[in-house]
Nanobody
Framework: VQLQASGGGLVQAGGPLRLSCAAS??????????IGWFRQAPGKEREGISC????????YDADFVKGRFTISRDNAKNTVYLQMNSLKPEDTAYYYC??????????????????WGQGTQVTVSS
């Protein structure tokens, strides 16, 4: 199983950025996996941002991104997106996507995710 995050870069505060997470090698169908986005800033714990549950595709967002970030998925492309708007300097971090099978409830607990991608750097300048 491979998860490849892309789309990171340098952006000015207030600007948008869209991250993609392309999945491959899944033995189940894509929507049998809960997919989540996480981030980790230097010296900080990895924190959950948004996720899709498996099966019904319910979503959940962390409070600090509600109204700014939106998670979406394209099952035909085995890809999950994170649209980030109104970015702030404190959003600067390495962003990861993660997956776990047969998890039909939402969770941003990183210990509940089995597969992790390499991540992509997002830097927001003030």
């Amino acid at each position: 199983v491979q998860l490849q995050a892309s789309g990171g870069g340098l952006v000015q505060a207030g600007g948008p950025l869209r991250l993609s997470c392309a999945a491959s090698g899944f033995t189940l169908t894509f929507d049998d996996y809960r997919i989540g986005w996480f981030r980790q800033a230097p010296g900080k714990e990895r924190e959950g941002i948004s996720c899709f549950s498996s099966r019904d595709g319910s979503t959940y967002d962390a409070d600090f991104v509600k109204g700014r970030f939106t998670i979406s998925r394209d099952n035909a492309k085995n890809t999950v997106y994170l649209q980030m708007n109104s970015l702030k300097p404190e959003d600067t971090a390495y962003y990861y996507c993660a997956a776990t099978p047969y998890s039909d409830y939402v969770s941003l607990d990183k210990s509940e995710y089995y597969y992790w991608g390499q991540g992509t750097q997002v830097t927001v300048s003030s």
